[in-house]
T-cell receptor, first 114, second 108 residues
Framework: ETGVTQSPTHLIKTRGQQVTLRCSSQSGHNTVSWYQQALGQGPQFIFQYYREEENGRGNFPPRFSGLQFPNYSSELNVNALELDDSALYLC?????????????FGQGTRLTVV | KNEVEQSPQNLTAQEGEFITINCSYSVGISALHWLQQHPGGGIVSLFMLSSGKKKHGRLIATINIQEKHSSLHITASHPRDSAVYICAVRTNTDKLIFGTGTRLQVFP
């Protein structure tokens, strides 16, 4: 098992609500990336945080926002939830700049919007 | 066109068969990952490659940087190998771009 944990594992929300997903990174990793994986699709990059700053973003609207804390754990916040936001949300931690890097994935949070 | 393409999308095999899954990419990369995703969603990193070939048990991964192509091979396949196998490339700006995955089912 990796040292990346995500919470909660499953979540059901109503359209229009807000949700916060959490990710603790692998020890020693200072970069966290978030991905959305719709059913039957590969993960899509949402954004990445490096040392508490957003360090790149995919094609997701501003209602997807994030935070990284001094201990490098991270949150993904989604406002005004839509039905299409139903997906598995994955976080991965890594430590760039150390030569060959590895991304360690959490088990994901499965979000259902009804 | 996706920046990372996998083939085939679905693959069915009999136990014991040799399996190959292919991945082609069109961006500059620093590394390529092969990942395994079981039902329920958890992802396990199988390999990270930047050149050549790696072997772990019955799994072999190869990459050809010039041709921008990688393959994942499974020898003596087993039903427990049934999963979705995902190719992901790490770009030169440290982002991961994923393929849509290959769903493998191995029957006894």
């Amino acid at each position: 098992e990796t040292g990346v944990t995500q919470s909660p594992t499953h979540l059901i929300k109503t359209r229009g609500q807000q949700v916060t997903l959490r990710c603790s990174s692998q020890s020693g990793h200072n970069t966290v990336s978030w991905y959305q994986q719709a059913l039957g699709q590969g993960p899509q990059f949402i954004f990445q945080y490096y040392r508490e700053e957003e360090n790149g973003r995919g094609n997701f609207p501003p209602r997807f926002s994030g935070l990284q804390f001094p201990n490098y754990s991270s949150e993904l916040n989604v406002n005004a939830l839509e039905l299409d936001d139903s997906a598995l949300y994955l976080c991965a931690s890594s430590s760039p700049g150390t030569g060959l890097t590895e991304a360690f994935f959490g088990q994901g949070t499965r979000l259902t919007v009804v | 066109k996706n920046e990372v393409e996998q083939s085939p999308q679905n693959l069915t095999a009999q136990e014991g068969e040799f399996i190959t899954i292919n991945c082609s990419y069109s961006v500059g990369i620093s590394a390529l990952h092969w990942l395994q995703q079981h039902p329920g969603g958890g992802i396990v990193s199988l390999f990270m490659l930047s050149s050549g070939k790696k072997k772990h048990g019955r799994l072999i991964a190869t990459i050809n940087i010039q041709e921008k192509h990688s393959s994942l091979h499974i020898t003596a396949s087993h039903p427990r190998d049934s999963a979705v196998y995902i190719c992901a490339v790490r770009t030169n700006t440290d982002k991961l771009i994923f393929g849509t995955g290959t769903r493998l089912q191995v029957f006894p």
